[in-house]
């Protein structure tokens, strides 16, 4: 254990000297090779990072945030929310439930959390300050709602915890679906109290017409989860497949259906989503090395052995292991997260009988938590960039959603059927 906590050490100061992530995950590895495994010929090392990503599942990841760049930028977006407003928006605080449901839609087409952020934000914030929703409450759902698209399919969060796990991803992504809507559920919640507090009203009630209308206007925005999702359960084409899909469908939507985007600006979002993609990768790459020398120094055996000696069940192991992943949510991005952690926690629950979508629900539930933890959470930055406020006054709207995040981790940690019941019936 000495050398993992060794490298934990190390991590840490880096953190708090400010280095970037890309150097707290290559300063620990390169001390572990130099110090471990000094003759180990640099062609492995080689190998073991090109190897680590030469996946054909990890290929979902750059075409789901191409996609979702596409569609941020274009209509796809603003036509979901507004048919989710022209069903919802006549309720006591309907705009706000326009925000999580048009989340939950954005999240079911893209798979992150920045993306809907940035593509929400502009344009509900303005809408949830003029129902009168307070400020920060408005802050903290924008930011909030948007975790769901870590969870609900197709999750680029899932699909990197089933590449280190062997999980199935079309199982975690049905597991994803019902977590994603507890999510939801739970934020409309807090919604409801918060407009019923405030005085805030909804919108007139939609005619039947007009909700005819908003349904026609999302017809195509509609087809891209029907498809994404229908084809992978109905077996006719792989989640890596899905995003492929998803890509071609979005620029034949957005440049020649609703003529938001021209060559230009199909351009200009595939160099955005290209660095995007460079940035996960290079983390992916180290994270794969750092994983084989964790491996190597047998460090998952003798977590195994000390939960094994100390008569530690899966309920204590999984409120440490719970409370692991919120402290680094706090400080680390959510791929660095599971790269980290995983590799060590995964054959622990795996001793313990834990089902691997069940803990990879648990997983996922910690990271969007983590994305919206300060200090460092990764939304809070794209929710200012995006906003144009203060990071401070978002992390002032944030603590009542952490609450009930925290609320809804705990119930899929100790309900499994909460995360398991959808992928027992379907698969």
Do not use: C
Not at 309 to 330: E, K, Q, R, S, Y
């Amino acid at each position: 254990m000495i050398p993992g906590v060794a490298i934990a050490l190390l991590a840490v100061i880096l953190l708090i000297a400010g280095f970037e992530m890309l150097m707290v995950l290559a300063i620990p590895t390169l001390a572990l090779k130099a110090g471990f495994f000094p003759g180990m010929p640099d062609l492995i090392i080689a190998q073991k990072v090109t190897g680590g990503i030469n996946q054909s599942l990890l290929l979902a990841i750059p075409f789901f945030l191409f996609a979702a760049e596409l569609m941020g930028r274009g209509q796809i977006a603003g036509r979901l929310t507004g048919l989710v407003r022209a069903l919802v928006g006549h309720a006591r605080g309907g705009i706000g439930y326009t925000t999580i449901g048009g989340a939950m839609g954005f999240g079911s087409v893209s798979g992150s959390a920045p993306a809907t952020v940035a593509a929400m934000g502009h344009i509900l914030y303005p809408e949830l300050r003029r129902a009168k929703f307070r400020d920060k409450f408005s802050l903290g759902l924008i930011v909030s709602s948007a975790e769901t698209a870590l969870l609900i399919p197709p999750s680029i969060t899932l699909i990197v915890y089933g590449w280190i796990t062997g999980t199935s991803i079309t199982a975690l992504f049905a597991a994803g679906l019902s977590v994603g809507v507890v999510m939801g559920l739970a934020f409309a919640v807090l919604t409801a109290i918060e407009a019923r507090r405030t005085g805030v009203q909804g919108d007139p009630r939609a005619t039947l017409g007009e909700i005819g209308q908003a349904l026609a206007g999302a017809g195509w925005a509609l087809g891209m989860p029907a498809l994404i999702l229908g084809g992978i359960y109905g077996g006719i084409f792989t989640p890596t497949e899905a995003a492929v899909v998803s890509v071609v469908y979005a620029i034949v939507v957005e440049m020649f259906v609703y003529r938001s985007l021209d060559l230009r600006g199909m351009i200009e979002v595939a160099e955005k989503a290209a660095i995007q993609n460079a940035v996960i990768f290079l983390l992916l790459a180290l994270g794969t090395l750092l994983s084989y020398f964790i491996t190597l120094l047998q460090i998952p055996n003798m977590l195994v052995a000390l939960v094994t000696d100390a008569n530690a069940g899966p309920i204590l192991f999984l409120m440490v292991a719970n409370v692991a992943f919120i402290i680094a949510g706090m400080f680390v991005d959510p791929n660095s997260i599971q790269l980290i952690l995983v590799p060590a926690l995964f054959p622990v629950a795996q001793s313990l009988g834990i089902d691997p979508v069940h803990f990879g629900m648990i997983v996922a539930v910690n990271v969007t938590l983590g994305m919206v933890t300060p200090p460092f959470g990764l939304d809070l930055f794209v929710a200012s960039s995006t906003l144009q406020k203060p990071v401070a006054e978002i992390i002032a709207g944030i603590w009542p959603f952490i609450i009930v995040n925290l609320l809804v981790l705990l119930l899929i940690t100790y309900v499994p059927g909460i995360a398991t019941l959808v992928p027992d019936l379907i698969l």
